[in-house]
């Protein structure tokens, strides 16, 4: 008897000792794998991100999966999406209004995710294209059940959603968000994921897809039109090796900073596009750039 009493009392010991260093009160150990994994906000996501590397997908094919499913890159891709070129100061200050909108169309930008995925897979996937996109097609058409921090946005932000038809008619089915646990379809975005899987990233940026963007914006009183989808290139795309990829970078910069670049800079930017030998002249830094920050240190 004394002897199960002296193991129970040795485990008991070293449970705690254990647990000593991070909190288990979950009751769940660190998962650890030599075999890849995912993790994102979403359980769908992660699912499908880990399908793609059981496929034999790179982390970078599953991070495009699993970014794809809820609708990562260390190399500096910014696909955040440049503001329409006819947003300008000048054209809020008619509107009336004194700062950058936090909602509405004026806070839309050109969406750079599709942008994003396409550069990232061109340089570290290995998986084609298109068999990226199964798991969130599958989940926009067939549904899902809305997760706790989903639904916590969701219901907060009805009364915004409740302003425009097309988003009652999508995210308020039944003319209200979607209770915890209810499943949520979207037919739309399957359909828009599926031609991107078949057609590749001009399919969104060019087509249907653009066209809808478009109309839907100027519904809305918005700015954006389709030379900004046409060009949705992301700092991602800087090749310091190539003059016309560091000139296109940094006509972008002067344009984010709203000013004029100066004669001397604007001329050796005109002279990179036109594909002219610099020599041993440098860009320097644009006027007025400090605090900026959005290039490389040595640029």
Do not use: C
């Not at 660190?30 to 034999?56: E, H, W």
């Not at 990232?120 to 969130?136: E, I, Q, V």
């Amino acid at each position: 008897m004394l002897r199960p009493i002296l193991v129970l009392m040795f485990l008991l010991l070293t449970l705690t000792i254990e647990s000593a260093g991070q909190d288990r009160s979950y009751g769940r150990s660190v998962v650890m794998t030599d075999r890849g994994i995912v993790a994102t906000s979403d359980y769908l996501a992660s699912q499908a991100g880990a399908q793609v590397l059981a496929k034999g997908g790179t982390a970078m094919d599953a991070a495009i999966a699993a970014n794809a499913a809820k609708a990562a890159k260390l190399y500096g891709l910014n696909s955040s999406g440049w503001a329409p070129r006819r947003l300008s100061v000048e054209f809020l200050t008619k509107q009336g209004i004194t700062s950058m909108p936090g909602d509405g169309i004026h806070s839309v930008t050109v969406p750079g995710a599709v942008e994003g995925w396409s550069q990232a897979h061109r340089r570290f996937g290995r998986l084609p294209w298109k068999d990226l996109f199964p798991p969130a097609i599958y989940y926009a058409e067939y549904g899902y059940a809305v997760p706790e921090i989903v639904h916590g946005y969701w219901v907060p932000n009805e009364p915004k959603m409740q302003k425009t038809s097309e988003a009652r008619r999508v995210f308020l089915p039944g003319g209200k968000a979607p209770e915890l646990g209810a499943k949520f379809s979207n037919p739309d975005v399957a359909k828009a994921l599926r031609l991107i899987a078949e057609q590749g990233r001009d399919a969104f940026y060019k087509g249907d897809i653009a066209q809808a963007i478009i109309s839907t914006s100027a519904g809305l009183s918005g700015t954006m039109q389709l030379d900004d989808l046409a060009d949705p290139s992301s700092f991602g795309d800087l090749d310091e090796n190539d003059p016309k990829s560091v000139a296109r970078w940094a006509r972008k910069l002067g344009q984010q900073m709203g000013e004029d670049l100066g004669d001397d800079w604007g001329e050796m930017v005109d002279k990179l596009e036109a594909g002219e030998d610099m020599g041993e002249e440098s860009l320097g830094e644009p006027p007025d750039s400090e605090g900026i920050g959005a290039g490389p240190p040595d640029f």
